[in-house]
């Protein structure tokens, strides 16, 4: 017959982690836990705070329960480490020092008057950008090998070493003069290029005739 190590009834329940019998799989179930729990709370009601060394206990082994002192201790250590090889340079820490934002001297992009939301026209650029992004994904998935032969990265504004999908007729221009949207989502006016040069590329100077 095995007994429970806490309260010392007739074990219904193996815990492999601890390998120990338990009257119970929950320990909230066991008399001599649920003694405990109520006579903390009952404690908390009536005021009574804990002790310092009694908080750090408690931390310690909650923090135990989930992470080795061990394993924090080396994780600690490999931070310092990679951070002592590597400089860590935010990317959006304005003008000071060397920390430069990866949008430092890009102007924002204004909408021509064509695209204004209160003309209607701005619903159907709206309807026309759309639909090309979808023909542009099924175009980039079925000629992925000749669009990104090297299989590079593509990912959003920002992410170091990230590619876009360039239209290099933009879909404004397309969208101007008419341009079919078969034509805009070809594999011919489809190409790859690094997100900052992308951003450049449609800078609102270049945009207007």
Same mark, same amino acid.
Not at 48 to 72: F, M, P, Y
């Given at each position: ?35 405990? =729990? ?18 750090? &206990? ?7 329960? =989930? ?53 209607? &026209? ?10 090309? &992004? ?27 070493? &990230? ?5 290099? =007729? ?5 969208f101007e003069q008419n341009i ?30």
């Amino acid at each position: 017959m095995n007994y429970c190590h806490r309260c010392g009834l007739p074990a219904t329940y193996y815990i492999e982690s601890k390998e120990k019998w338990a009257c119970h799989k929950r320990p909230q179930k066991c008399p001599t836990v649920r003694e405990k =729990i109520g006579k903390a709370n009952k404690e908390a009601l009536t005021g009574r705070t804990l002790t310092v060394e009694h908080r750090e &206990a408690i931390s310690s082994g909650l923090t135990d329960r =989930i992470v080795s002192k061990e394993t924090r201790e080396k994780i600690s250590q490999s931070n310092i480490e990679h951070w002592q090889e590597n400089i860590r340079i935010p990317w959006n820490k304005g003008k000071k020092g060397m920390q430069i934002p990866w949008n430092k001297g890009l102007k924002k992009q204004e909408s021509l008057e064509i695209l204004s939301r209160d003309d209607e &026209a701005y619903s159907n650029f709206q309807k026309y950008r759309n639909r090309i &992004a979808v023909r542009t994904k099924k175009t980039y998935m079925e000629f992925k090998e000749d669009i990104n032969p090297e299989n590079l990265m593509l990912g959003k504004c920002g992410i170091p070493g &990230a590619y876009q999908i360039d239209h290099i =007729i933009s879909v404004r221009v397309g969208f101007e003069q008419n341009i079919s949207i078969e034509y805009m989502s070809s594999r011919e006016n489809l190409q790859i290029l690094p997100w900052l040069e992308n951003i450049k590329k449609y800078d609102g100077k270049r945009l207007r005739k």
